[in-house]
């Protein structure tokens, strides 16, 4: 009996070894993962600013666009109203 449970110590050892193996390489792996969500979420972050940003300058266009139409409207509208200008 003693023999038998003698040679499967090894057996445990390995499996012991190999479990605690693996948990500290899944303890590595969590964190790689943190650090990799964390990576994301500061890039999600400055993809965030930059179309915030890019946002705003789209409306500033717009609203220089629009003002250059009615500006050319205004002029179009001043020129039917002075055909001898045309």
Do not use: N, W, Y
């Not at 179309?51 to 205004?74: H, W």
Request: charged share 35%.
């Amino acid at each position: 009996g003693m023999k038998r449970v003698l040679s499967l110590i090894p057996v445990i050892g390995l499996v012991g070894a190999a479990v605690f193996s693996q948990s500290c390489a899944s303890k590595s792996e969590v964190d790689a993962l943190k650090s990799e969500i964390e990576a994301l979420k500061k890039e999600t972050e400055q993809i965030k600013k930059e179309t915030e940003e890019l946002k705003k300058e789209a409306r500033e266009v717009k609203d220089m666009a629009e003002e250059i139409s009615r500006k050319i409207e205004e002029h179009a509208s001043d020129r039917s109203l002075h055909p001898g200008l045309q």
